[in-house]
């Protein structure tokens, strides 16, 4: 599977829309990308994931850009709740998969 | 739609004993994973299983733990004996299907605290 890379922190004001960067520069054409987020003493939440159109849903947006190797999660509206260690994977779409969880991104929601 | 249910939500043993943990899938989906977490590390697949057979479990440590899923729903994951570095918390995750297009589910874990 591809190596994703993330910055370790990031801080955002409550009410404004938090972009989180993930870069994937090894990707291969058939490997999905995943964002999970995981909240304190609570398992991961799967959030979205996409191949290569742009996709949302009720709780964000995924940009991926034209060659695949870097992609942005977007929270329109952060709230407290939102603070939390944002996961991007990247995953083959074979019939045996696997998620390989890196370090994530603490994304920290200030009042 | 009920998410993936685990118990305990946590359990203290000492080393050497063996300890079992339960999983419930959500409804329908017949694939099925165990993950161990390390304090201040991501998720590491443990096994996966696609009904009740096993598709991956290179990661287990299959001198002390084992897991099983005969009925193709729940799961238990069983530790015995138990060593210090065992200490983490246990994620069941299921999905669908095994494809890469199918996200798998978490439940909240057991966390696993070995004196």
């Known amino acids: 599977d591809a190596k994703t890379t993330q910055p370790p922190s990031m801080d955002c004001a409550e009410g404004r829309a938090a972009n989180l960067p993930c870069n994937h520069s090894?990707?291969?054409?058939?490997?999905?990308v995943y964002w999970y987020r995981q909240i304190h003493s609570q398992g991961p939440q799967y959030i979205i994931h996409g191949l290569k159109n742009n996709e949302t849903n009720e709780m964000a947006s995924l940009i991926i850009t034209e060659d695949r190797k870097s992609s942005t999660l977007i929270l329109p509206h952060a709230t407290l709740r939102d603070t939390a260690v944002y996961y991007c994977i990247v995953k083959s779409g074979g019939s045996n998969y696997k998620l390989t969880f890196g370090k994530g991104t603490l994304l920290t929601v200030n009042p | 739609e009920a998410g993936v249910a685990q118990s305990p939500r946590y359990k203290i043993i000492e080393k050497r004993q063996s300890v079992a943990f339960w999983c419930n899938p959500i409804s329908g989906h017949a694939t099925l994973y165990w993950y161990q977490q390390i304090l201040g590390q991501g998720p590491k697949l443990l096994i996966q299983f696609q009904n009740n057979g096993v598709v991956d479990d290179s990661q287990l440590p299959k001198d002390r733990f084992s897991a099983e899923r005969l009925k193709g729903v729940d799961s238990t994951l069983k530790i015995q004996p138990a060593k210090l570095e065992d200490s983490a918390v246990y994620l069941c995750?299921?999905?669908?299907?095994?494809?890469?297009?199918?996200?798998?589910?978490f439940g909240d874990g057991t966390r696993l605290s070995i004196l």
């Open positions: 995750a299921s999905s669908l299907g095994g494809t890469g297009n199918q996200p798998q589910h």
């Open positions: 090894t990707i291969s054409g058939n490997e999905y």
